[in-house]
């Protein structure tokens, strides 16, 4: 960010964020940006993207003597991924200023049992529950956010087009789950005796594909991503268990009546199995977003100017501009990647659909510079 002439700064939980001064810069400024970090065996563009984009954007834009009259930023967001505390997009829901949050990030614990404070000040970043109320941003403390990112689906690839126009964010969910049972001997106890937190877990992973295909729409999908089983040795019957799923739709009333089902299932599971169900939180239930029609609108314009094709969407994944638009109107931009992989280590973007995606925002950043 400094190199490409941006001032920088970074807030309590470690948001970055680099300014590019327009020339009335007393008005809310507009801003671009992602993350970079990463699930565990991911590729490198999901969020990288969108971060290196927005410095390259505002790069070209300051070498063609471009002149903004909002500000840009360039913000680089906080853990987005939930990989280490379980909560995803822990920079942007901070500058959403999301009710409770600070309880919930007091909360947070990795495997490790190393809390989110302590793992914060590791990185440099003290207090940062005492200064989290401070990151919150005000509502239009923005004017426009745009968020470019690899599809991380097939659509683009498939349909040969260019550049996706994100028109709403899917509403997700996540879920964790403990079972406990009396563990015991592989050998010795017999089968009616035992009561295996192991098999509770796998029933209700099938529980929660059957409920989502019984919601009867393609647009609802669930995953059990996590299932840890303990002690974890062949000859040793699980005693506990512990499971992590994310549910996702972008009918948020339709996902809440899977998070429902799998709730009730769980505890059915735990009765039938003669388990405990120690745990079933719900870490976060998000709402969709719908993005800005503004910010959409010049964004279409960018892609036409450019003369590259462009498809409306929805986006599947979540993203920190899921946050972003409970302060700021905002849309993302979306580039083909390979085959729609993402969340894997053979995750690709061409360096064409990517620089055509930066020069979509560019051209999208440009303009509402000047609005
Ligand atoms: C974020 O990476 C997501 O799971 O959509
Ligand atoms: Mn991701
Ligand atoms: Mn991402
Ligand atoms: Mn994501």
Redesign the pocket.
């Known amino acids: 960010m400094k190199s490409a002439g941006l001032s920088v700064r970074e807030d309590a939980i470690g948001n970055i964020f680099g300014r590019w001064d327009g020339s009335e810069n007393s008005r809310e400024a507009i801003a671009s940006g ?2 970079i970090d990463a699930i565990p065996y991911a590729g490198k563009y ?2 990288v993207v ?1 971060v290196l984009g927005a410095i390259e954007a505002i790069r070209v834009l300051r070498s063609s003597g471009f002149k903004p009259r909002r500000s840009l930023e360039v913000i680089m967001f906080t853990s ?2 939930p990989t280490r505390f379980g909560l995803g997009c822990l920079g942007s829901r901070a500058l959403a200023g999301q009710a409770g949050f600070v309880d919930v990030l007091k909360k947070a614990i990795d495997i490790h049992n190393i809390s989110f404070a302590e793992a914060a000040k590791t990185a440099g970043y003290f207090e940062v529950h005492e200064k989290l109320e401070k990151v919150a941003l005000l509502k239009g403390a923005y004017s426009a956010f745009i968020e470019l ?2 599809e ?1 689906g097939p659509t683009l690839e498939k349909e040969g087009i260019p550049v996706g126009i994100v028109t709403a964010i899917a509403a997700p969910a996540s879920l964790k789950v403990e079972y406990k049972g009396n563990g015991g001997h592989a050998g010795a106890v017999l089968m009616p005796f035992r009561n295996d937190a192991g098999l509770a877990a796998a029933e209700l992973a099938l529980a929660v594909e059957e409920h989502v295909l019984a919601s009867g729409s393609l647009d609802t999908v669930g995953t059990t991503g996590v299932l840890e089983l303990h002690p974890g040795a062949i000859n040793s019957i699980p005693r506990e268990a512990h499971l992590e799923i994310d549910i996702r739709d972008i009918d948020e009333k339709r996902r809440d009546m899977v998070v429902e089902k799998v709730q009730q299932s769980a505890s059915k599971i735990a009765i039938n199995r003669r388990v405990q169900l120690e745990n079933f939180i719900i870490v976060n239930q998000d709402p969709p977003a719908h993005s800005g029609e503004e910010v959409v609108e010049a964004a279409v314009l960018a892609a036409q100017q450019l003369g590259l094709q462009h498809k409306l969407m929805i986006s599947r ?4 501009s899921l946050f972003m638009a409970r302060i700021t109107p905002m849309a993302m931009i979306f580039v083909p990647c390979y085959r729609g992989y ?1 969340h894997r280590l053979d995750e690709y973007a061409s360096e064409e659909d990517i620089v055509g995606g930066v020069k979509v925002l560019a051209l999208t950043l440009a303009r509402l510079s000047l609005s």
């Open positions: 992602s993350h999901d969020g969108g987005e991924e990112h690899i991380q994944a979540y993203h920190d993402s």
